[in-house]
Every structure is written in structure tokens, then in C-alpha cells.
């Protein structure tokens, strides 16, 4: 999937360029995006480190454990097969809260940890289990409380109210959090149907052939 | 109010979590260095991925393709009471968070931070995600190349996020717009 989202952008984008005259800039652009990378790099690297380091203290002190607990109804009824390991679970609080609290550098090295980790429980290790779907839909919309960047922005464009859009927000981002939960499972469902449905279809025609 | 809570939630978390560390007798130090050395290696992991993107990201943004696509697209868009920013702005975000703030300030700028659209624009972009973005660092960095149906769901999630940020402003400052 990937490999044909990443193609597509980078053919589509040279194509387009040609057509509209601008292939000239195309260079220049590569080369400074992969030197943004460089530089996006180097900013992550010390903001990375420092929250995992204060990560792993949370952890051997036993702390996220404590809120993983209290979050554990909801995450056994997100991700059943995950019940009972902490480990996954507690990566997955940890960056559930730093996500909602706005915290995206502290979010990014928790969520990638919890992958590894359910990575390692896959069968299939091309494939994206149902846990991994879960947790990346949920993660791609779940609560965010405070915006920071979009609060300062507005006080520099000069807001009368810069947070006024907090309430409004927060309304938004329950509601989308519910809706990506109910699609991550309806999309979980269907999807079992369908591998069910291809068992069977399967097994009818060998049924067949042997008939 | 908010703003200084968001100025006290850094601190606040360093204060909690070191003094329970600090309760429970733990080598706190010792177990910040560990950390911070699997902060260094997941910083590694990523970096490939990083460039990769950035660079089709780069190249899809400086072609005009998504520009071009959001005037095609808006007077389907706009039909839907979509207004032909917001469009562009959304679609942008599902690649660039940079480059959908830079939209986000051009829109503050054009019509001010407190207008109709200036509203919308703030609300979409502290509840929406940079989709490809983070599909792409937290699947390659555990080398998974079928993500099911995990792309669809996020684009419909998006979509429903958006319409549902212009419905929440309608109804809370429709009177006053």
C-alpha cells in the first residue's frame, strides 16, 4: 500500500510539474526536502530522547502501569486480543494520553514502541493485525485537548479570543473519536466476513473437485 | 486559563513523574539514560521513512497538484457547503502539517483569525491528522507493507472530522457570523 501511495506521489507530482511548466523547481525541491528531513531530524533527536527517557522512569516506577490499569476497560474492549499484556497495553496509554494532552514528540516514540511489540505477536509479519489497525485509526484521530500551535497562531494573527475554539474543539475531537472507533470496528467485522466467506468459497470448490 | 495550563502541563509532568519514581526508590537517572538511548535508536529507525516522505510530500506540493485538485474538486465541494480553503486545507493535512498551517495562516490572514473561516480552519487543524505521515512512520518502522483497511477508515474518519468541525462552528457562532 505504501509503496503504491509513495510512487504515485512522487510520478503524479514530476507529471503534473511538466505540464504546468514548473519541472524547473523540481530539483531544488527533492534536494531541500531531504535536507528538511536532516534538519527535522536533529530537532527530534534530544525532544525524543528526553521523553523517553522520562518515559522509562514512568515505566520502572510503575506509574503508566497505574493509568494503564485505569484505562483498561477501554482497552480490552479495543483491543481484545491484547488483553493481559501490559507491556503492549502500557505503550499504547502512554501514547493515547500524550496525544490527548498534545505532547505529539512524546506520542510518536510510545506508539512506534507498541507496534514492535505487537509486531512480535504477529503471524504474518507483512500484514497489519487487527490490534495495529485499531491503534493507527485511533491514533490518527483520538483526543486532542489542547493545540498549542493552532492557539498561538491565532493570538499572532490577532484573535480576539484566542481560545475560543478550545470548546468547540474538544466537542469535535470526542466526536471523531467515537466515529473512529465504531469504523475501525466495523471495518474489523467486515473484514473477518470476508476471510470467512473466501474459507468457505474455498473449501466448496475443493469439496467440488474431489465431488 | 488554557493557555497557562498548557504552559504548566510540561513541568507538571516532570514533577509527577520523578517524584514517583523518587517514592518508589528507583534509579531514576539510570532509567532516564536507558530511555533516552531507546529515544536515540527509535530516532534512527524513523529517519528513513522520514526522508522518503518528506521528499514525495515535497515534490507532490511544489507540482500545484493538490491546488489544482481542490479547485476541480470544488464545486462538488462547496455544493456540500465545503467552502473551497477548507477544502484545499483538508486535503492538504492529510500530507503536510506544515503546509496545511501555512493554508491555516493564510486563511487568518485573508480573513482574520476569528471569522467563519478562520474558525473552521483552527478546529480542523487541532483535531485532524497528518494521515500519510504517520501511516507511513509506524508502519515501515515494524516493516508492514499490507495495512489493510487502516487507510480507508482514516481518509472516511478525516472526512467525517471535517464536516462535522463546519457543523460544531455553524452551530456555535452562526449567529454571530
Avoid at chain 1, 506521489?9 to 514548473?22: R, Y
Avoid at chain 1, 515505566?59 to 493509568?67: A, M
Avoid at chain 2, 465541494?77 to 506544515?98: D, H, K, V
Wanted: hydrophobic share 55%; net charge positive; proline share 2%.
Amino acid at each position: 500500500m505504501l509503496t503504491y501511495i509513495w510512487s504515485i506521489m512522487i510520478i503524479l507530482g514530476i507529471i503534473f510539474s511538466i505540464l504546468t511548466g514548473g519541472i524547473s523547481q523540481i530539483t531544488t525541491t527533492t534536494i531541500d526536502s531531504a535536507e528538511a528531513a536532516t534538519t527535522l531530524v536533529i530537532q527530534m533527536i534530544g525532544i525524543i530522547c528526553m521523553w523517553m527517557g522520562l518515559m522509562r522512569i514512568a515505566e520502572n516506577s510503575g506509574l503508566i502501569n497505574q493509568l494503564s490499569i485505569k484505562l483498561a476497560p477501554l482497552l480490552n474492549f479495543l483491543f481484545p486480543e491484547l488483553k493481559g499484556n501490559s507491556k503492549i497495553l502500557n505503550y499504547i496509554a502512554t501514547n493515547l494520553i500524550a496525544n490527548a494532552l498534545g505532547l505529539g514528540w512524546a506520542a510518536t516514540p510510545a506508539g512506534i514502541l507498541a507496534m514492535k511489540e505487537m509486531q512480535k505477536l504477529a503471524e504474518d509479519k507483512k500484514t497489519a493485525t487487527k490490534s495495529m489497525c485499531m491503534f493507527m485509526i485511533l491514533n490518527m484521530s483520538f483526543l486532542q485537548l489542547i493545540s498549542v500551535t493552532v492557539l498561538a497562531d491565532r493570538a499572532a494573527a490577532g484573535s480576539v479570543d484566542a481560545a475560543i475554539v478550545i470548546g468547540p474543539g474538544i466537542i469535535v475531537t470526542t466526536i471523531t473519536t467515537i466515529v473512529a472507533i465504531i469504523v475501525a470496528k466495523a471495518y474489523e467485522r467486515s473484514n473477518e466476513e470476508k476471510i470467512a466467506k473466501n474459507k468457505k468459497l474455498k473449501s466448496t470448490l475443493l469439496f467440488r473437485k474431489g465431488d | 486559563m488554557i493557555l497557562f495550563l498548557s504552559d504548566i502541563i510540561v513541568p507538571l509532568i516532570f514533577i509527577i513523574v520523578i517524584s514517583h519514581a523518587l517514592l518508589k526508590k528507583i534509579d531514576v537517572f539510570g532509567s532516564f539514560l536507558e530511555g533516552a538511548k531507546i529515544g536515540l535508536e527509535t530516532v534512527f529507525t524513523v529517519f528513513p521513512t522520514l526522508v522518503g516522505l518528506l521528499v514525495a510530500v515535497g515534490i507532490l506540493r511544489g507540482s500545484g497538484f493538490l491546488e489544482f485538485l481542490g479547485r476541480i474538486l470544488s464545486p462538488f465541494t462547496e455544493a456540500f457547503g465545503l467552502p473551497y480553503e477548507i477544502a484545499q486545507l483538508s486535503l492538504m493535512r492529510l500530507f503536510s502539517a506544515a503546509a496545511a498551517r501555512g493554508l491555516q495562516l493564510d486563511i487568518f490572514e485573508t480573513h482574520g483569525p476569528d471569522s467563519y473561516l478562520g474558525l473552521i480552519a483552527s478546529v480542523i487543524m487541532s483535531s485532524t491528522e497528518t494521515v500519510f505521515y504517520i501511516m507511513s512512520v509506524y508502519f515501515a518502522s515494524v516493516k508492514i507493507s499490507s495495512t489493510k483497511y487502516t487507510l480507508k477508515a482514516a481518509i472516511l474518519v478525516n472526512l467525517i472530522g471535517v464536516v462535522v468541525s463546519i457543523l460544531i462552528i455553524k452551530y456555535f457562532f452562526g449567529a454571530s457570523l
